[in-house]
């Protein structure tokens, strides 16, 4: 019997890039199994389910490139992002050879300022997607599952 591990991160920024790119707050919060670099292998291999493992790390590097690379992309554009979250999850079959992480999912929940263009948005996502340096490095399929709100 086939078993598929699932890992899960969660994401947080706020702040503002109106001013451009030289100007707004890199930092943002990333919790896996709700410790901070303790570090121990997955339950399923004799680990730790209070501490975090390598996959989730993984996961949570992924889904912090991808805001750092969105940020930068709407600062550049002058679109003013007040708030971004996110749902990752990957995905690691134990029966497709070698085991790996075969596919991550990013759940960026954006907020931007009122008037901003929705498409626009989401072409930055997917530009942002494309320079993530760690998306770069990655083999896993990873797919983005945007959702824009504007602020009222």
Same mark, same amino acid.
């Given at each position: 019997m086939s078993h598929t591990h699932t890992y899960r991160s969660t994401l947080s920024w706020e702040g503002s890039t109106a001013d451009g790119y030289d100007h707004y707050g890199r930092a943002h919060t990333a919790a896996v199994a709700q410790r901070t670099l303790n570090l121990s292998a997955?339950?399923?291999?004799?680990?730790?389910?209070? #501490?975090?493992? +390598?996959? &989730?790390? =993984?996961?949570? $590097?992924?889904?912090?490139? &991808? =805001?750092?690379?969105?940020?930068?992309?709407?600062? %550049?554009? !002058?679109?003013?992002?007040?708030?971004? /979250?996110?749902? $990752?999850?990957?995905?690691? +079959?134990?029966?497709?050879?070698?085991? !790996?992480? /075969?596919?991550? /999912?990013? %759940? +960026? !929940?954006? #907020?931007?300022? $009122?008037? $901003?263009?929705?498409? %626009?948005?989401?072409r930055l996502v997917d530009k942002a997607h494309q320079e993530c340096y760690v998306a770069n490095t990655l083999n896993a399929q990873t797919r983005i599952e945007a959702e824009v709100t504007i602020a009222t």
């Open positions: 997955d339950p399923a291999f004799k680990g730790d389910a209070a #501490t975090p493992n +390598p996959e &989730q790390l =993984l996961l949570a $590097a992924a889904s912090s490139c &991808q =805001l750092l690379s969105f940020l930068a992309c709407a600062a %550049r554009s !002058r679109i003013d992002v007040i708030a971004y /979250t996110d749902e $990752a999850e990957a995905l690691m +079959p134990e029966d497709d050879l070698p085991v !790996r992480i /075969t596919q991550i /999912t990013l %759940r +960026p !929940r954006i #907020t931007v300022a $009122a008037g $901003a263009n929705v498409d %626009r948005v989401d």
